[in-house]
């Protein structure tokens, strides 16, 4: 056994173990945030997301049976939403931060839903080295940026009489998929990139229409429907043309 031990120390020391504390998280401002309170938010949320999780992936698959026993092929890749827990400010400015963005999604005053560009930002959450590197911080081991972000969730705080601890928000996120940066690579889907990756680029090239072009098509529909109108009325009296 004495072999072992040895052989796993030695492991530890050559490759060290990565620490759950050391990440940091990145947010864009989403369009439909424009109050210029929030011109240092992404700085805040950055210092006071004190808990959260790496984001994760799950192939589904179904059985499939052709001769002999059934086996699994996969046929979808889904992800997860993450939580994302804020120490919240004494002016609730994170809460405040996250209400006007999922506001900005959806109006409760009269059920509109935004175009999702105005809305979605890529996020991003790094994962960062144990060994403190002077000026430049940590180091950063992998970084994963959340495509496509926005909130979904903004879940309660409770408050008590006998409590007299800090208030805390948690935060759902979705997201369409992540990119993964490891340290000393270039980008990498966390999925075969050769069959992959031209459907997401298609899926990001085709994100819908522009607000001119549905006004346009809404303008088209219009008038189609009134020519129709028109036709029909013609039909019923005896009359064409």
């Known amino acids: 056994m004495a072999g072992f031990y040895e052989q796993f120390y030695a492991e530890l020391r050559n490759n060290g173990a990565s620490k759950v504390s050391h990440f940091s998280l990145l947010t864009p401002v989403p369009a439909v945030v424009t109050d210029t309170k929030f011109s240092r938010i992404s700085e805040i949320l950055s210092l006071r997301c004190e808990a959260t999780e790496l984001p994760g992936r799950q192939l589904s698959a179904q059985d499939v049976k052709i001769y002999g026993p059934s086996y699994k092929v996969p ?3 889904s ?3 993450i939580t994302l827990t804020f120490l919240e400010t004494q002016g609730f400015i994170i809460r ?3 209400e006007r963005w999922m506001g900005g999604i959806w109006s ?4 509109v839903l935004r175009y999702p560009n105005s809305y979605r930002v890529d996020m991003t959450l790094k994962q960062h080295g144990a060994t403190h590197l002077g000026e430049e911080g940590l180091p950063t081991i992998a970084e994963w940026q959340l495509v496509n972000a926005f909130p979904t969730a903004v879940n309660q705080m409770p408050v008590s009489w006998a409590d007299d601890g800090l208030h805390r ?3 759902t996120i979705a997201y369409d998929y992540y990119l993964l940066f490891m ?3 270039g980008p990498r889907k966390v999925t075969d990139t050769e069959t992959v990756s031209p459907r997401i680029a298609q899926m990001k090239v085709n994100e819908g229409p522009t607000q001119g072009e549905m006004d346009a098509n809404r303008a088209e529909k219009d008038a189609l429907t009134a020519e129709g109108a028109r036709l029909r009325a013609g039909i019923s009296t005896g009359e064409t043309g």
């Open 96 to 98: 405040d931060f996250f």
């Open 183 to 185: 340290s000393g690579t």
């Open 108 to 111: 409760e005053l009269n059920n």
């Open 79 to 81: 992800y997860q939403e």
């Open 75 to 77: 046929h979808q890749s």
């Open 169 to 171: 928000l948690a935060v």
